[in-house]
Nanobody
């Protein structure tokens, strides 16, 4: 499975970005999918995840109320809508996926088998 993450960029604080995570296999099979991020000098951090059925989503506390995750039914592309961006959201964002059915997704890196290349999000004042 090859994941293609896109949508990163530079934005001022308070602005919005939408990240996309696509894979050709997403159209035929839903994967439990998550977004992670890593800022320079910091450990990788889980951000949001969506379960296999797409009806349960979880977020790390620092982004709750600001970020939303969704899946497009037609092709399985997963999105991370990021609103009210803060300076501390600056990081390289990765999407990750795993094929096994999960009723509830996990905000743990070890859960995920496949990783995308990352897309940079930079928030400035």
């Amino acid at each position: 499975l090859q994941l293609q993450a896109s949508g990163g960029g530079s934005v001022q604080a308070g602005g919005s970005l939408r990240l996309s995570c696509a894979a050709s296999e997403f159209a035929s099979h839903y994967y439990t999918t998550a977004w992670f991020r890593q800022a320079p000098g910091k450990e990788r951090e889980a951000v949001s995840c969506i379960n296999t059925d797409g009806d349960r989503i979880d977020h790390v506390d620092s982004v709750k109320g600001r970020f939303a995750m969704s899946r497009e039914a037609a092709n399985g592309t997963v999105y991370l809508q990021m609103n009210s961006l803060k300076l501390e959201d600056t990081a390289l964002y990765f999407c990750a996926a795993q094929r096994n059915y999960r009723e509830q997704c996990a905000l743990n890196a070890w859960e995920y088998t496949y990783w995308g290349q990352g897309t940079q999000v930079t928030v400035s004042s």
